[in-house]
């Protein structure tokens, strides 16, 4: 069978890095084609050169059997691309953007209908509603409308389900299926180790080459220390009396939607404490009010022990947080990044001084001190901004979902960190969608519409649940959800 | 203590910055070089339609006489009024000089004689000086003709600037406008930059108190504001050898003032906004509203007593009052008491107010 995808010895630097070097593949018709490989690996650029937005510089690519460089007009109408960050508008409605997107490719929603029908029919409530304003799930489900509307041959998705729920991502990958069934060829790259296993064939990329390409089963055997590291084994820290979380009834609305609806729990000191919700199910605006970074509409609770109600910049000064969005200042170096929060923690210079290059040597970036953060790969600077939240030895760190898009070796180095932090008698209070990372916690709560729903340790939710794996749990309890995605 | 670490900051952001650093040398160089020459109020080289209906020696005289100034240029000599208005519509003249018949005949016997000026008006500025310079030419040539020169003498003096060289007058004018620009914009865009990158976030889930995080942000633009300033007044000094007649010490000292008072609404501005693009609007109208509304290009007595009202509630009214009272006139800080009163006025209600609407809490 002739491919419909071929791509021959391509190599592309970027200045001095050389993102890909003698990149060659084919891809089959009606096939899903995993690209998958670490952070950095190369694989956004060999999405984009695919796409025609970029050229290469050795080497040539066909998609459909049109050149991506002298064909590049005629082959944007034969191909779908969604970008790994959301590529909708947000001030636009849902019907306005796939209008539009429409428009773009001399087509019209309603001549292509059929294609997008099932996705949009879940969309359907919503089509009022600003882009801006869908939870995560429901944003990717659009823009893989988007993309489709104008009937592509192949569709391009780069990362399209990170920081997507493992209920939402199932559905997604539902509708790949579907489309597959359609003939719809698709190349597609994603770090979690389910979805790979439901591509046909993939191809490994490592450091801008490709390693091999195979059926996933075959790839993740060989490349099992990447794609499939080893578990985390831990003595669970034998629990502390002390609470350095309580909440009681907590309540949050915005206007008439209650985002966190009386929730009531308490965290051990020295405790791995896992926060799982659906997208929209609560969890970030709940943390955000135990951080002192959102007032309670109701309810109390004190976090170490301060009042969140009153105490916020008391609290400020005993916690440290990640935010889901990287927040590290791009434009400062390493060392300056560690140094200017260390100096708004208070922390003297005799002290950061010191404890900078510790920290720089546990992470192994003491060869990139002077490098600035914003040219770091995604696993580093998340591993960096851990260290940066716990640099001032608070008593407890909050991370929001904190390894987003890295493949499974790096989310593993990260909990490495978590739990030599827990070691230290630091509480870790966590959210996550990778149901692995759930096991690895002490206690874990789930929220279902802004309730905790079920709170226990991994063994005894799936006990009583009667799941064998945490995932199991997990979309049990998140399929009663009525609020449908906010 | 943490105010050392956040300035640090702001500065190595800067530099970093592809554009900051070349702004804060390139903007001062381009007001200073080009704005002078641009921002003229002088009027020269008007085109003059003459219609001479007297035809006599007389009559001839006034027209060279005119046609020699550097302000009128001669370009028709129309035969009537109607002509010399399609002179004007055509674009080819700005000003009619109309000599009635029996000119001549009536300076000779003292008659009455009417000459008639008619001035293209669409350039409000360019039409009433014009009109005006011709008068002046006109009533100096009938004076001499009637041989009664002394009869009415004016004497102008020109206090200040005894030559009436706008550049003299402009200058400090566009220091402010540069200062306005510079310290304006760039922290106005600063915080609502840090909201669209997210860092934010993170500082605010630190026990970072808000002064100091306001602070932070103030200082580093006013040492930027106290730079441009320097090489604005510098290359002044250089290119039109324009400086200051009262104490430099004064001037930057109402400087900084000013700079904190501009630097904390633009703070301000940011922190209600969401986005960069907001921010840069909002800037811009209100900075367009301060500049026009001070008496930089148009004096604040002769606006609308409403107009008169808004210009009191404008810090860059006081500021120019003050950078022109020390350039031009040089007082001495016994006569800037009242504009110092409310520049620090407008400086403390804004820096409170952009502290105050600093929220690292929400509701």
């Known amino acids: 069978m002739e491919p419909i995808v071929k791509v021959e010895g391509v190599a592309k630097c970027y200045r001095r890095v050389q993102a890909l070097d003698g990149v060659s593949f084919d891809v089959r018709p009606g096939e899903i084609f995993g690209l998958i490989g670490p952070d950095g690996a190369g694989k956004s650029t060999l999405f984009r050169l695919m796409a025609t937005l970029l050229c290469p510089e050795r080497g040539r690519i066909t998609v459909d059997g049109l050149d991506t460089v002298a064909d590049y007009r005629a082959l944007r109408c034969r191909l779908g691309y969604m970008p790994g960050r959301f590529s909708l508008y947000p001030d636009l409605t849902v019907e306005e953007n796939l209008a539009f997107y429409a428009t773009l490719f001399g087509a019209t929603v309603r001549e292509n209908y059929h294609l997008v029908e099932d996705i949009y029919r879940q969309l359907e409530p919503f089509k009022t509603r600003r882009a801006g304003h869908l939870s995560g799930g429901m944003k990717q489900k659009l823009a893989l409308c988007c993309a489709l509307i104008h009937k592509p041959a192949v569709l391009l998705l780069d990362e ?84 350095v979380i309580e909440v009681k009834d907590l309540v949050k609305r915005f206007g008439s939607f209650t985002a966190v609806d009386h929730i009531s729990f308490s965290v051990s000191k020295g405790e791995i404490f896992g926060f799982l919700g659906a997208n929209g199910a609560g969890k970030t605006t709940a943390m955000r009010m135990l951080c002192g970074l959102s007032r309670p509409t109701s309810g109390a609770g004190r976090v170490a022990g301060f009042d969140i109600n009153t105490q916020q910049e008391q609290i400020k000064k005993h916690i440290g947080y990640m935010s889901q969005k990287f927040s590290l200042y791009d434009d400062l170096k390493v060392w300056e990044n560690i140094r200017l929060f260390a100096g708004i923690y208070g922390l003297p210079e005799d002290v950061i001084a010191p404890r900078t290059e510790e920290v720089l040597r546990t992470l192994g970036l003491a060869a990139e001190r002077d490098t600035l953060v914003g040219a770091l790969p995604l696993g580093w600077k998340q591993r960096l901004a851990f260290s940066v939240a716990t640099f001032h030895r608070p008593d407890i760190v909050f991370l929001d979902e904190p390894t987003g898009g890295v493949d499974p070796k790096t989310r593993r180095q990260f909990w490495e960190l978590i739990y030599q932090a827990a070691d230290q008698g630091i509480t870790v209070f966590v959210t996550t969608h990778y149901m692995d990372e759930a096991e690895f916690c002490g206690r874990v709560s789930i929220m279902v519409d802004g309730r905790i729903r079920a709170l226990d340790t991994p063994e005894g939710l799936k006990q009583t649940f009667g799941e064998k794996d945490m995932d199991g749990v997990f979309h049990r309890l998140a399929r009663e959800a009525t609020r449908n995605a906010d | 203590m943490v105010l050392k670490f956040l300035i640090e900051k702001e500065f190595k952001q800067m530099r970093r910055n592809p554009v900051i650093p070349r702004l804060i040398v390139l903007f001062p160089c381009m007001m200073m070089i080009l704005m002078p020459w641009a921002a003229n109020l002088e009027i020269k080289y008007n085109n003059l339609a003459v219609v001479d209906a007297d035809h006599s020696a007389t009559s001839r005289r006034l027209v060279e006489k005119v046609a020699s100034t ?294």
């Not at chain 1, 299926?177 to 190349?187: A, D, F, P, S």
């Not at chain 1, 195979?214 to 099992?224: D, I, K, Q, V």
């Not at chain 2, 008072?261 to 609007?281: D, E």
């Open chain 1, 160 to 243: 399209p389900t990170t920081g997507v729920d493992p209920v939402s991502r199932k559905e997604f990958w539902e509708m790949l299926r579907r489309l597959k069934r359609e003939g719809i060829t698709m190349v597609v790259a994603t770090p979690y180790p389910d979805e790979i296993r439901a591509t046909d064939r993939m191809a490994f990329i490592f450091g801008g080459q490709v390693r091999g390409v195979g059926t996933p089963e075959e790839m993740l055997a060989r490349f099992s220390d990447i794609l499939c590291p080893p578990g985390l084994a831990r003595e669970p820290a034998g629990a502390q009396a002390e609470h």
């Open chain 2, 70 to 363: 550097d302000y009128f240029n001669l370009v028709a000599n129309a035969p009537d009024y109607g002509r010399s208005l399609e002179c004007v519509e055509r674009g080819e003249a700005d000003i009619i000089l109309e000599i009635p018949d029996h000119f001549e005949k009536g300076l000779a016997t003292g008659q009455p004689v009417e000459v008639q000026i008619s001035a293209n008006a669409v350039n409000g500025t360019k039409g009433g000086l014009g009109s005006s310079y011709l008068t002046t030419v006109v009533n100096d040539f009938v004076a001499q003709e009637t041989g009664a020169p002394d009869a009415a003498r004016l004497s102008v003096l020109n206090l200040y600037n005894p030559h009436q060289d706008y550049k003299l007058f402009m200058v400090p004018a566009l220091l402010v406008v540069l200062l306005t620009l510079v310290s304006g914009f760039l922290p106005a865009l600063n915080i609502v930059g840090e909201k669209e990158t997210g860092t934010i976030e993170q500082i605010n889930v630190t026990p970072l108190g808000k002064s100091a995080f306001i602070l932070g942000k103030l200082i580093p633009y006013w040492v930027v504001g106290l730079v441009v300033l320097t090489i604005a007044m510098a290359l002044a000094a250089l290119l039109y050898g324009i400086v200051p007649v009262g104490s430099v010490g004064l001037i930057y000292f109402f400087s900084g003032v000013f700079i904190l008072t501009i630097s904390g609404f633009g703070l301000l501005i940011s922190n209600y906004s969401g986005t960069m693009q907001q921010a840069m609007f909002v800037m811009f109208f209100f900075l367009i509203v301060f500049i026009l509304m001070s008496g930089l290009f148009t004096p604040v007595r002769s606006m609308p007593q409403w107009a008169q009202w808004m210009a009191a509630f404008n810090p860059l009214t006081y500021f120019i009052q003050v950078m022109r009272m020390l350039f031009l006139k040089g007082c001495g800080l016994s006569d800037l008491w009242p504009q110092l009163g409310k520049l620090l006025s407008f400086m403390s209600v804004f820096a409170v107010a952009a502290v105050w609407s600093y929220r690292k809490t929400n509701g």
